[in-house]
């Protein structure tokens, strides 16, 4: 079973600049999660997907972070303009629905805002 | 919300030395998992545990509902071992939310 697809691995902007990140997750979870991993800290959720709509956004910086889901299957999660302390991992990760079912993270990409 | 505590939050130890690493919440959970993650790697799942106690190899996961706290257990530990352990729990909430701990990092000496 391929895991959890995310992309660029690493990414390095100047500060007011806008990136995105891309997602692919496993085949036929309905579930998708991004995640903000700052340094030393545990990783927090940005946006929490069912198949094609929103769950929970409720921590998502909106005025500078945006993300989709389009067709229920790959993601892409948006930030402009970056800001300095943006600089963390974005994890994404999916599972088969949310609940009682284990969670598959993808190797997170790694953005540092100078 | 739930609040989410782990300790140790380091633990440095001799190849061979049995682990115990803690986890507690403050309200009710629908399942609790316990999480890898390695330097500069992605997070591997461990356990997803709703009751009672899972195995495999050499790691352990405990959990007990009433007291809000779940353990991790490494046996005859190894280097590669070394890693942090993040417990997290799915929020009875509808959503099933994950609600993160800050991380115990493990170090084990050869």
């Known amino acids: 079973e391929a895991g959890v697809a995310q992309s660029p691995r690493y990414k390095i902007i100047e500060k007011r600049q806008s990136v995105a990140f891309w997602c692919n997750p496993i085949s036929g979870h309905a579930t998708l999660y991004w995640y903000q991993q700052i340094l030393g800290q545990g990783p927090k959720l940005l946006i929490q997907f069912q198949n094609n709509g929103v769950v929970d956004d409720s921590q998502l910086p909106k005025d500078r972070f945006s993300a989709e889901r389009l067709k229920g299957v790959d993601s892409t999660l948006k930030i402009q303009p970056a800001k300095l302390e943006d600089s963390a991992v974005y994890l994404c990760a999916s599972s088969p629905r949310a609940g009682m079912y284990a969670y598959t993270f993808g190797s997170g990409t790694r953005l540092t805002v100078v | 919300k739930n609040e989410v505590e782990q300790s140790p939050q380091n633990l440095t130890a001799q190849e061979g030395e049995f682990i115990t690493i803690n986890c507690s919440y403050s309200v009710g959970i629908s399942a609790l998992h316990w999480l890898q993650q390695h330097p500069g790697g992605g997070i591997v799942s461990l356990f997803m545990?709703?009751?009672g106690k899972k195995k495999h190899g050499r790691l352990i996961a405990t959990i007990n509902i009433q007291e809000k706290h779940s353990s991790l257990h490494i046996t005859a530990s190894h280097p590669r071992d070394s890693a942090v352990y993040i417990c997290a729990v799915s929020e009875q909430d509808g959503n099933e939310k994950l609600t993160f701990g800050t991380g115990t990092r493990l170090t084990i000496i050869p």
């Open positions: 545990l709703s009751s």
